[in-house]
């Protein structure tokens, strides 16, 4: 059986967060509102329960990888989100 072409070119979001981190909760709801519209899964990742993780991102947080590679940090832009979504789907 195989897979079909839309779920193997769709992209895996993470985005690590922290617990009472005001940038995390502002990072949530644009990857939510973003990934919501296209129709991308997406995962968050307390970078608590990863402690490799945590010390490599400790300054960062949150960070937004896509397919592993860090695009984001801080502050995530939803239009750059967006666009390297949708180029991932093209």
């Not at 909760?25 to 973003?34: G, K, N, S």
């Amino acid at each position: 059986m195989t897979t079909p072409p839309s779920e193997t070119s769709a992209p895996t979001v993470a985005l690590l967060v922290k617990a009472g981190c005001h940038l995390c909760a502002d990072a949530v709801e644009v990857v939510e509102e973003v990934c919501g519209r296209l129709g991308v899964r997406w995962e968050q990742v307390d970078i608590a329960q990863h402690p490799d993780l945590a010390e490599r991102h400790a300054e960062e947080i949150p960070v937004l990888l896509v397919d592993g590679v860090q695009r984001d940090f801080w502050r995530i832009d939803p239009v750059r989100l967006e666009r390297l979504l949708t180029a991932h789907s093209a």
